[in-house]
């Protein structure tokens, strides 16, 4: 799996900051944005954060390039409605060569291995078949499994990305796509530190673990 940042809003905390000292002040976004201090922008950040007061965090964006996570993942991820996704199309590419997931589970029962690899190959040598035979790529393609790896392009804002982030990284959510949001974590930590630092787990917010099973990170109320 990759995660790459393609592309952002510029400074992107100091626009947030700056829209919401807007809120309060007669001066323009402009002239804030040109006279706000880092430790404002820290301060401010901060105050937004404590306070609830997350729609500022709206006006950063993120674009991230994933590539190689399997199918099972990405149905996952767009179940997140505040984001654009565009994803490599099953209909349109015609894939020669079949890139696909191993779990860590499988990969280390050596027996189960090469069962579920020779499955794999199997139905990708049913999908060329198919293909070969002028059946449709959109067609052929039901046969190939959840474990197909994919690729796409996801813009997701600050607001949306830590709430994401506050589920998928609860170490109760499906393994691949904790590791998907532990490298989208890492990629905007690198250009907004304060901003990846509220990339965490839910229990992070709360204080404490509302999952059936607690991972033991945080207390449970029961
Ligand atoms: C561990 C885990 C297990 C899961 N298991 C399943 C499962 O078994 N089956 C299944 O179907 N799904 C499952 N999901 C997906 C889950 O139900 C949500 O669909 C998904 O996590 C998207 O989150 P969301 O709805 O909070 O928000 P997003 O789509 O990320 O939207 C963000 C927020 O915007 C608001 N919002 C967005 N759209 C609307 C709207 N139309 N109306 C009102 N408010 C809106 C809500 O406040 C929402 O929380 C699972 C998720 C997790 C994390």
Not at 147 to 155: F, G, I, N, P, R
């Amino acid at each position: 799996m990759q995660v790459t940042l393609i592309a952002y809003t510029p400074d992107p905390e100091l626009v947030i900051a700056a829209a919401a000292r807007l809120s309060a002040s007669p001066s323009s976004t402009t002239k804030i944005m040109e006279k706000m201090s880092p430790q404002r922008v820290d301060s401010l950040l901060a105050h937004l954060l404590a306070s609830g007061h997350l729609s500022p965090f709206e006006h950063a964006s993120f674009t991230l390039a994933i590539d190689g996570i399997s199918r099972a993942t990405s149905h996952q991820l767009v179940r997140h409605r505040i984001a654009s996704y565009t994803q490599q199309s099953q209909r349109y590419v015609p894939f020669t060569q079949f890139h696909y997931v191993t779990p860590e589970t499988i990969a280390s029962d050596p027996e189960l291995l090469v069962r579920y690899q020779q499955a794999v190959a199997a139905a990708h040598q049913l999908y060329s078949q198919m293909l070969d035979a002028g059946i449709p790529a959109e067609d052929a393609r039901f046969i190939l499994p959840n474990a197909a790896a994919t690729s796409l392009v996801m813009t997701m804002n600050a607001r949306e990305l830590m709430h994401v982030c506050a589920q998928r990284l609860c170490l109760r959510a499906q393994w691949e796509i904790v590791q998907l949001f532990e490298k989208v974590k890492i990629e905007v930590q690198k250009v907004a530190p304060r901003i990846g630092a509220e990339l965490k787990p839910k229990c992070y917010h709360m204080g404490y673990c509302d999952e059936q099973e607690s991972c033991g990170l945080m207390p449970t109320l029961g």
